[in-house]
């Protein structure tokens, strides 16, 4: 089944993008990109609304101001569920070798420590239904495809 997806390359992921690009390009089919030299943070805020009122919520947010961040959409056969796998644990000390977020050095149990969010270098939609949501923030013309 063919799928639409975000992709979204958070500001301490924008330095690896080649690599991060790479991985993805090998599961799915980049259709368009969009590069920010500062994450528009009404889109953040939107994109990130599921977590409002959680403890780590304002930490997520605040990650993102005045930095650079990448979206991309992407397509392809059943794309978000291996897009689950190329990416890895939400923790990156617990994603398994080979995955995008086990590039990062930074860990999730360090990141409640600093009562911070945790630098995991992406964020991808989990489901079809946030997929299009998420879409409907970045790529409206993506939306409901």
Same mark, same amino acid.
């Given at each position: ?40 943070m009404e889109?953040?805020?939107? =994109? ?17 101001? =005045? ?31 080979g995955t ?46």
């Amino acid at each position: 089944m063919n799928q639409y997806t975000l992709v979204l390359i958070k500001p301490e992921g924008v330095k690896i993008k080649d690599k991060i690009f790479k991985k993805l390009d090998d599961v799915g089919k980049r259709i368009k990109v969009k590069y920010y030299k500062k994450a528009p943070m009404e889109n953040i805020k939107k =994109n990130y609304k599921e977590h409002q009122g959680k403890h780590f919520h304002n930490g997520l947010i605040n990650q993102f101001k =005045n930095k650079s961040i990448i979206t991309a959409v992407y397509k392809g056969d059943n794309v978000i569920k291996k897009f689950r796998e190329v990416i890895g644990d939400k923790d990156p000390a617990k994603a398994a070798k080979g995955t995008i977020r086990s590039l990062s050095k930074d860990t999730l149990e360090k990141a409640e420590k600093e009562k911070r969010a945790v630098r995991n270098l992406i964020h991808a939609s989990t489901t079809k239904k946030t997929a299009n949501f998420e879409l409907g923030i970045w790529f409206p013309e993506y939306k409901n495809i």
